[in-house]
């Protein structure tokens, strides 16, 4: 059985980073075309970064030149470091990997306030 299982979420001022780290389980994460999407109160749910199987990243334009996403074959996890947050940050962050189907993790919540 595939699970996503974020972590690093929390409250950070602006112009702070904060490393978020989707953990695979029942599944390589070299297998999985995986991104980190966002959603805002109000608002739908938007992909920030996307890593495909292959290597090939994509970006968001609100995250390019300020997030990097990277995949450890390692430790089985894909990662979103997010540096110079702003409160337009402010959203619940899921994973998503994809393979033959779409597979969620449960949401990790960064909050971007002074």
């Known amino acids: 059985q595939v699970q996503l299982v974020e972590s690093g979420g929390g409250l950070v001022q602006p112009g702070g980073s904060l490393r978020l780290s989707c953990a695979a389980s029942g599944i390589i994460v070299s297998f999985l075309t995986t991104g980190w999407y966002r959603q805002a109160p109000g608002k739908q749910r938007e992909l920030v970064a996307r890593i495909n199987r292959d290597g090939s990243i994509n970006y968001a334009d609100s995250a390019k030149g300020r997030f990097t996403i990277s995949r450890d074959n390692v430790k089985n996890t894909v990662d979103l470091q997010m540096n110079s947050l702003k409160p337009e940050d402010t959203a619940v962050y899921y994973c998503?990997?994809?393979?033959?189907?779409?597979?969620w993790g449960q949401g990790t919540q960064v909050t971007v306030s002074s």
């Open positions: 998503n990997g994809i393979f033959m189907r779409d597979y």
